[in-house]
């Protein structure tokens, strides 16, 4: 690059005063405030790129710093400062995404007022549903929600549950049994 291309692009610049301010915080100096204003913005731009969910980049700026914050003592001076926020930021992303991506949001309350089993068309039904489904356990429980309720398929369930397909396809047996012996006794 040419010198004087990179005198002249304040851009270019910022990673230097990137690094001055963590060296500063990480021997007790207050400038974190300042390091916050030079990088809040390039942060967020790295967010913006990374996050597959827009809504959550203030998120992402705000974790990142609290990881800054948490690790500034493994910073190393000798390296650029804006490249190990960097990787901190796109680690943060990555979390998140991933999180957003294997997060289930099943809940027993959020059942939708529809009944899901169409042989059973009287109204106690859904009420006797939800407490079969209640005596699941906590994984026999996700799968009866996402299979019954929201009619996935055993391979995206298997998949968001972190199972192999064969094993989602046993449980969904036995889930049916169980409610179907349910329905039987009560």
């Known amino acids: 690059m040419d010198i004087a291309v990179y005198a002249k692009d304040k851009s270019m610049r910022e990673p230097d005063e990137i690094t001055q301010y963590l060296v ?3 021997r007790g ?3 974190f405030e300042p390091l916050y204003n030079v990088i809040a913005g390039h942060i967020a731009d790295i967010a913006r790129f990374n996050l597959n969910n827009k809504s959550l980049i203030p998120d992402a700026v705000s974790e990142t710093f609290a990881r800054i914050w948490t690790h ?12 190990w926020v960097y990787k901190i930021t796109q680690h943060v ?3 998140i995404n991933h999180n957003e991506r294997h ?3 099943v809940s027993i309350d959020d059942l939708p007022v529809r009944d899901p089993v169409d042989r059973y068309d009287r109204a106690e039904t859904k009420m006797d549903l939800t ?3 209640r005596q699941l356990d906590k994984t026999n429980r996700k799968i009866a929600i ?4 929201r009619d996935y398929s055993q391979r995206k369930i298997a998949k968001i549950l972190h199972m192999s397909p064969s094993a989602v396809c046993q449980r969904v047996t036995r889930i049916r049994e169980f409610i179907e012996k349910f329905f039987k006794e009560n």
């Open 72 to 83: 500034i003592r493994s910073f190393n001076p000798e390296h650029s400062g804006y490249n």
């Open 93 to 95: 992303c990555w979390t």
């Open 146 to 149: 996402l299979k019954y309720y």
């Open 24 to 26: 500063d915080v990480q």
């Open 131 to 133: 407490c079969a489904i």
């Open 103 to 105: 997060h289930t949001g």
């Open 29 to 31: 100096g207050d400038a």
